[in-house]
């Protein structure tokens, strides 16, 4: 049987399809990306990169170049519910070091971030890019995929093969079409106006991130990368698009924080702001990422980030696959894992709509539309949601076990005095991470399933932190099995031995005998 040509065929070259390409290749993979556009869109869309993300560019060894493009950490950066006269209901500081060695948000410039991205794809010079190119048909064949391609150009059409399809193709999205796959709404659709601006002097506004909740009109103003910022208006009933997009609409809506002529408007948009993920996220050897597979209200900035997840769930698990180590059965964790993690996502983002609402409400003295409290802003506090089910040990989940959360990520000082971020030392694969040597005793059937998989075996025991802090699952467990994403896989306890847990891995992992 002929060999399909690539391993991996991802449809869209938006950030996520990028980097999805950059981890795969990254792996040694055979990797084509066919998109519609030839260059990057220069719009600003995204905003906000997370902490968890810039770590996985630090992974490929590139996340001091990521984080070298997000804005500077201000004097303080802060987040705040407010009322209609911007005066905080409650604020949250963003602390310039969060739980993944980086901070937890960092504001960016899309084109700019995308443009990064696709230069370090043609440093690495690993992956085949057909730009300028749209797939027109896409058939599942059993043992590869066969997608239809045309030259938007020239008119020629063409025929491509590979292992594997990641439709990162937006949400509109010809591959989830193809798949069949209808969306399942989550019940949280509205208009809103969103306008970029770039200000002459960033002194005229604000550097608190607002969501104001005034009763006449929801808004939410972003102190994105200097010199940009960000208003998301809410279209209220009877309001149009055409209405909203107007320059004296715009005009007037900004008027109430800075004068007209000191700055431009870089982009003016409605959009439907959805709350919904795809019925399917893969259909045989056909997948969906980003937008294609789920779209979230933008209050808490992780649409993106959530898509930058799944291209990385996806990089470890694809290679262990085709390499011959694990199962096809693995990769119908994907869809396991990351639907119900998007979804968490997206229940955060509304509930921080839902608690404006409640603010707005209670300022204009009618009934609380919506029982919520403070808690439910921001993540309750937490950089992201844990895993509840896939490859972990999901016997662990629940209550105060660390399983399924990520590990923290400081910065550490070897014993021969050199300092590093804390998965340096843990590699890129899996790792058992111990307090001490004596917490990594093993049997010789572990060390040689581990040794297979590529896993470090990390003692901690001569590694002082420099900043930040080891996880807190070291001050009751003295070792845990950490994922080639840093989640946690397990940890070992009275009843579970550091051999069962890897016993536990292999069968989640549905190693091949």
Known sequence: MARPDFDVAIVGFGPVGAMGALVLADAGLRVVVIERETGVVDLPRAVGIDGEIVRAFQALGHGEEVAATTQPPRVKDEVAFTNSRREPYFTAELPPIGHNGFRDVAFFDQPELETQIRELIAQQGKVELRLGHEVTALADRGDEVVLDTRDLAAGDRGRVSAAYVIGCDGASSFVREAMGAAWQS?????????????????????????????????????????????????????????????????????????????????????????????????????????????????????????????????????????????????????????????????????????????????????????????????????????????????????????????????????????????????????????????????????????????????????????????????????????RPDRYVFGVADPDWSLDRLVASLEARLAVRV
Not at 311 to 333: E, H, I
Not at 337 to 366: C, N, P, S, Y
Not at 465 to 470: D, N, T
């Open 186 to 482: 989550l019940g949280y659709d509205q208009d809103w106006l969103v306008i970029d601006i770039v200000v002459d002097d960033t002194d005229l506004l604000p550097i608190l991130t607002m969501q104001v909740c005034d009763p006449e009109r929801l808004t939410t103003y972003v102190c994105v990368k200097d010199p940009n910022r960000r208003w998301e208006f809410q279209l209220r009933p009877g309001e149009t698009r055409e209405e909203m997009l107007r320059p004296e609409t715009i005009r007037k809506l900004l008027d109430d924080w800075l004068p007209s002529d000191r700055y431009r408007i870089r982009r003016a948009a409605v959009y439907q702001f959805h709350a919904a993920t795809a019925e399917r996220w893969r259909s045989g050897r056909v997948f969906l990422a980003g937008d294609a597979a789920h779209q979230t209200p933008p209050f808490l900035g992780q649409g993106l980030n959530a898509g930058f997840r799944d291209v990385v769930n996806l990089g470890w698990k694809l290679p262990l696959v085709l390499d011959g180590t694990c199962a096809d059965a693995l990769l119908d964790t994907y869809a396991a894992e990351r639907d119900a993690h998007a979804r968490d996502l997206v229940e955060w983002a509304v509930a921080i709509g839902k608690l404006m609402e409640t603010f707005a409400a209670q300022e204009a003295g009618l009934p609380p539309p919506h029982q919520v409290d403070s808690s439910s802003g921001y993540g309750q506090g937490r950089t992201a949601p844990p895993l509840h089910g896939g490859v972990i040990a999901v016997e662990q989940v629940g209550g105060e076990s660390s399983t399924g959360f990520l590990l923290r990520q400081p910065t550490v000082r070897t014993a021969d005095g050199s300092v590093c971020r804390l998965d340096q030392l843990l590699g890129r694969g899996f790792c058992v991470v111990g307090r001490n040597p004596a917490a990594l005793a093993l049997s010789e059937a572990s060390r040689a399933f581990l040794a297979r998989i590529g896993a470090r075996i990390v003692s901690l025991h001569d590694v002082d932190v420099v900043e930040g802090r080891l996880d807190d699952l070291f001050d009751s467990h003295e070792a845990a099995i950490v």
